[in-house]
């Protein structure tokens, strides 16, 4: 059984890009409160006139930016589904990757979702109802050669969301971690790099429908993780 999303509000993290922007354009079409977060003022203006929709820039790489932005969001608005699909995909050989890269993709990958739900997650246990939806991999079930960094960012916010789904069960806010295959999107493009052929990858549009499906499951049916791939996998 599902329920109706509407009346909500929704922030979508990485709305710009090829997911997000899909499950922006999946929700726009419902009577919902939608709200952007991202890096390109921009790319977040268009959005903004296609959807009618609130922006805010948000450095991801940015630690005391994003915690300032998520302070923000908390103090004006009452989100109720948060979706978490900003990403960043490095790909290099361990000994071609600083110190700086991992950091900055945990920063973008783990650590913005982990403090935008920290900070949204009191208004949803308050009204005993909430969604947090991450947008994490199938890099978090296994790894690629000279994805090092891309991975283990993405095996972190699994465990995230899995620790985080026990300890929210009973609140009424369910963490749901959706983990797509390969999926045509510019990032899907340096997947193909790796010896992947991009023409059976997903279709963005298949991963916001999903990710619909989810959220508006009832409190008594949810898929907590789920893996996305086509028949063929890669």
């Known amino acids: 059984m599902t329920l109706e999303i509407s009346s909500k509000t929704i922030l979508i ?29 921009k790319k977040l203006s268009n959005l903004k006139n296609e959807f009618s929709g609130d922006i805010l820039l948000c450095d991801f790489t940015n630690e005391e930016n994003v915690q300032e932005v998520a302070d923000k969001i908390s103090e004006n608005f009452s989100v109720d589904i948060l979706i978490n699909c900003a990403g960043e995909f490095h790909v290099k050989s361990i000994e071609e990757t600083s110190i ?57 916010l699994l465990g995230l969301s899995r620790a985080l789904f026990n300890e929210l069960k009973n609140s009424g806010v369910r963490v749901l971690a959706v983990s797509p295959g390969s999926v045509k999107t510019k990032m899907g493009e340096e997947v193909e790099k790796l010896g992947q052929i991009y023409e059976t990858f997903i279709e963005p549009s298949e991963v916001a429908e999903y990710v619909f499906y989810v959220t508006s499951l009832n409190d008594n049916l949810i898929l907590e993780e789920s893996r996305l791939n086509r028949i063929q996998i890669q």
């Open 13 to 41: 993290t990485g709305a710009t890009g090829g997911i997000g922007y899909e499950i922006a354009k999946k929700f726009s079409k419902t009577s919902n409160k939608l709200i952007f977060v991202g890096r390109d003022e």
């Open 100 to 156: 700086e890269a991992i950091r900055e993709t945990f920063e973008i990958n783990f650590f913005s979702p982990f403090i935008l739900t920290k900070y949204l997650l009191p208004n949803m246990i308050e009204k005993k109802w909430g969604r947090v939806v991450n947008i994490i991999s199938s890099s978090a079930y296994g790894a690629a050669p000279n994805t090092s960094a891309y991975s283990s960012s993405k095996h972190a």
